[in-house]
């Protein structure tokens, strides 16, 4: 099932709109850097999943389920990445976390 959505999109995205260009359809532009294209093209079909969450869920959770403190951050908004700094609880010698 992979192979067949990984060249279902190469097809639809690479050869079609090169034929109908009157390109080659098999010339991959070379990037300075990054990833090979059959990588990109796995990775944009299958990557990682994962769930957007807004910085109020992160920081409840952080803070409520992990006992962290919120200490820093820079929420950007958009697509953009928002950086957390949180603060573990300290410990005593005996192991009891400190308030």
Excluded: H
């Excluded at 098999?26 to 994962?50: C, E, N, S």
């Excluded at 959770?61 to 403190?69: A, D, I, K, T, V």
């Amino acid at each position: 099932m992979r192979g067949w959505m990984v060249a279902s999109y190469i097809l639809e995205n690479q050869v079609i709109p090169s034929l109908r260009n009157f390109g080659n359809p098999f010339k991959v532009k070379k990037k300075a850097r990054g990833m090979g294209y059959l990588t990109d093209v796995i990775d944009w079909l299958g990557g990682y999943p994962y769930e957007f969450a807004k910085p109020d869920e992160i920081i409840a959770f952080c803070e409520r389920s992990l006992g962290m403190r919120c200490r820093k951050t820079r929420i950007k908004g958009g697509l953009s990445n928002n950086e957390f700094v949180f603060e573990a609880p300290a410990s005593s010698s005996d192991g009891a976390t400190l308030p």
